[in-house]
């Protein structure tokens, strides 16, 4: 069974409005170093605080699914307002491919799926502009209810 992860990365990957927008490419949890093409989006887990107020949201629940939860960061080189506006369409783009979001996703051959119940919108943002990377940036969450791989039971 595929991991939620990279069923994430080709949601948004594949995804023709984002693509039209994200110019640099999708990458889980950092934007590489050597990138030199922007627009870009990041996804990842939350960590630090965000991980504290989401905790009670992801769980197994009894239906075999689990909610996990994952910020996706709308990221462009620059400042002001066309910076903010672009990073603001490319959020829009990742709204639009993910909220509401149901189906089976797969990947590699032999072929590894997991199914997605569906996608939503945690109506949770932030935004920001981070000086020593000279980035404009909006974060917006997702909750994904999912299968999950059930580990081998060991004997």
Do not use: C
């Not at 640099?24 to 934007?31: E, I, N």
């Amino acid at each position: 069974m595929l991991p939620i992860q990279p069923a994430l990365y080709e949601i948004l990957s594949d995804d023709s409005g984002i693509a039209a927008i994200a110019l640099g490419g999708v990458f889980p949890l950092k934007v590489p170093q050597a990138l030199r093409t922007y627009p870009v989006l990041v996804f990842g887990r939350p960590t630090g605080e965000s991980r504290e107020r989401i905790k009670h949201l992801e769980s197994r629940g009894y239906s075999g699914l689990t909610i996990s939860v994952f910020h996706i960061v709308s990221i462009v080189q620059g400042y002001g307002m066309e910076a903010y506006t672009l990073s603001a369409r490319l959020d829009a783009a990742v709204f639009q491919a993910l909220q509401g979001y149901s189906g089976t996703v797969s990947q590699g051959s032999p072929a590894e799926e997991v199914w997605i119940d569906s996608i939503q919108s945690t109506n949770w943002m932030s935004e920001g502009y981070d000086e020593d990377r000279k980035e404009t940036f909006i974060t917006s969450e997702f909750a994904v209810a999912h299968s999950e791989p059930i580990p081998p039971v060991v004997v």
